[in-house]
């Protein structure tokens, strides 16, 4: 998350297909993501997109231009804003990452979303998020104000313990010794 809950804020940007902000996130290792969401206010109309791309890892920004978002998501949702001085919202996604940089973008214009809604500012920041935005050009920029909020949920992925790849060897090697020895076992026939 780039910044924690306040509930105090109106949402004073405007997300819509020439503004898009999006937030970076690094993972170590693989990860299964269940939702995205950000806190969201004003007055939204319509629907708007949410998506995970990859990132430059250097540069913490997109490597393609916003008009190639849709053919670069690796998930994405839409989704409606609900009227609402400030909501913190969130919506399911499915997603499961190997370890990488990744952003969360939201805005208008794309996979079917025609709306707006706003995204506040003024949300208690969290470490040093890097957030960046896209407005009304087709390129990526750093975006300096960490009091919006944008977040991934998820959990790292279940790797199979030892003792789970014991057995798996232990079986595999199992079935190939009876299917050598059924092959071994079987008569000669003499022709």
């Not at 996604?93 to 996979?111: A, Q, R």
């Not at 959990?155 to 079986?171: H, N």
Request: aromatic share 12%; net charge negative; hydrophobic share 45%.
């Amino acid at each position: 998350q780039s910044a924690s809950y306040s509930g105090v804020d109106t949402g004073e940007y405007i997300l819509h297909g020439d503004d898009l902000i999006g937030a970076a996130f690094t993972l170590s290792k693989a990860t299964s993501i269940t939702a995205i969401g950000a806190q969201f206010g004003g007055y939204p109309s319509g629907s708007i997109f949410g998506a995970i791309v990859s990132l430059n890892p250097q540069t913490l920004l997109p490597s393609f231009a916003k008009s190639d978002l849709a053919s670069n998501s690796l998930a994405h949702v839409v989704f409606a804003v609900p009227q609402a001085t400030a909501i913190d919202l969130s919506q399911p996604l499915s997603l499961t990452l190997g370890p990488g940089t990744y952003g969360v973008v939201f805005g208008s214009g794309l996979f079917g979303a025609t709306g707006y809604a706003g995204l506040g500012g003024q949300n208690d920041p969290v470490g040093s998020s890097t957030l960046f935005r896209s407005f009304f050009s087709d390129g990526w920029s750093h975006f300096s104000d960490n009091g919006v909020r944008l977040f991934v949920e998820g959990q790292v992925a279940a790797v199979p313990e030892a003792s789970t790849w014991a057995m798996l060897i232990a079986g595999f090697a199992t079935v190939g010794f009876l299917a050598y020895r059924r092959r071994n076992d079987a008569p000669l026939k003499v022709a």
